[in-house]
């Protein structure tokens, strides 16, 4: 799915996305999908507790994130990141609230991608 995301090109010129966007969204899917195992396995109880995409919701939604910032655009990217927006930060509190390890990971990635978006829509 990120690969095919990645080459799609825009509707507008069909040709592949090399922005800045993409490759940012394309790393945090990424991190999310190879790399939040990883982590959590280190900061967390052990690899066999590790969260893993399309298992858990955490690293699931981070990657959505990424995902749909890559292929979506203007008023559809925001509509289509809410629900994944709203688990991230409401997940990342939950984790405050109990203080577990890597709390902050859920919420930095919203930071970084909204903040990637916002900036597109200006550029």
């Given amino acids: 799915m990120l690969a095919l995301a990645l080459f799609a090109g825009s509707s507008r ?50 990657a959505t994130l990424g995902v749909l910032l890559i292929i979506l655009r203007g008023t559809t990217l925001w509509l289509a990141m809410l629900i994944p927006i709203l688990w991230c930060v409401i997940t990342s509190l939950t984790l405050m609230a109990i203080d577990a390890t890597g709390a902050l990971i859920p919420l930095v990635a919203v930071i970084i991608i909204a903040g990637t978006a916002i900036a597109r829509g200006r550029g």
């Fill in 13 to 62: 010129t069909h040709e592949p996305s090399k922005g800045l966007s993409t490759w940012i969204g394309a790393t945090v899917a990424m991190v999310s999908v190879l790399a939040y195992p990883v982590i959590a396995a280190t900061i967390g109880p052990g690899l066999s507790h590790a969260e893993t995409y399309g298992l858990h919701p955490d690293p699931t939604a981070i």
